[in-house]
């Protein structure tokens, strides 16, 4: 518990034991029903969506700073945090192949672990960059994989970001007779597309 008094420049943190009125609270009947599973996922589902709610006031506030507009949209989705910033004269905030767009990602990212002191697993989008791209991984996953069956020999993708390789990887899983790994390290890691054993 952070106490709210500071004593010079450094903040007091109390770190006694609970006085019994906060250990009752704890153990109240309320507080045993969150133990079960669907109290469990509630939970969890709110701690990722609080997650979405801190990485959207920090894009917030960095699109203030920048004097961007933008519509942001803070969301849970397939179990990971989300924020979707929408608007006009955001390319800039994408960068060439997403670079920036991964930047902004990691500093959200550190917002959140600031704030809450857990790494999190939040996912940026600006301009609906990701899901075109996502689009565009999936046509050259298939077409790698076409490659393969056809001529019986592995294929070799240029250098992608984690996301990228994470699309690849996700529709050579769904293709029968081929699969991938990823070889190399930053930023040069990059996905091989080999017959299926």
């Known amino acids: 518990m952070t106490v709210a008094g500071k004593t010079g420049d450094e903040n007091?943190?109390?770190?006694?034991?609970?006085?019994?009125?906060?250990?009752?609270?704890?153990?109240?009947?309320?507080?045993?029903e969150e133990r079960t599973t669907g109290a469990a996922d509630a939970a969890e589902a709110g701690d990722l969506f609080r997650e979405s709610e801190i990485a959207a006031d920090y894009v917030e506030g960095l699109l203030d700073i920048l004097d961007y507009d933008g519509d942001i949209d803070e969301l849970v989705q397939n179990g990971r945090p989300m924020v979707e910033v929408v608007g006009a004269r955001l390319t800039a905030l994408v960068g060439q192949r997403g670079a920036t767009l991964e930047a902004?990602?990691?500093?959200?990212?550190?917002?959140?672990?600031?704030?809450?002191g857990s790494p999190s697993r939040l996912l940026l989008d600006v301009g609906g960059y990701r899901a075109s791209r996502r689009k565009e991984l999936g046509a050259i996953a298939k077409n790698a994989a076409e490659k393969v069956k056809e001529y019986g020999e592995p294929v070799r993708l240029e250098p992608?970001?984690?996301?990228?390789?994470?699309?690849?990887?996700?529709?050579?899983?769904?293709?029968?007779?081929?699969?991938s790994e990823s070889e190399g390290v930053e930023p040069s890691r990059r996905i091989v597309v080999r017959p299926a054993e």
Request: proline share 6%; aromatic share 4%; hydrophobic share 45%.
């Open 160 to 179: 992608m970001s984690a996301f990228e390789r994470k699309c690849v990887h996700d529709v050579i899983n769904a293709l029968p007779g081929v699969a």
């Open 104 to 116: 902004l990602q990691e500093l959200t990212r550190l917002a959140i672990f600031r704030q809450t």
């Open 12 to 32: 007091v943190t109390d770190t006694s034991t609970p006085q019994a009125e906060e250990v009752e609270q704890l153990t109240a009947p309320e507080a045993v």
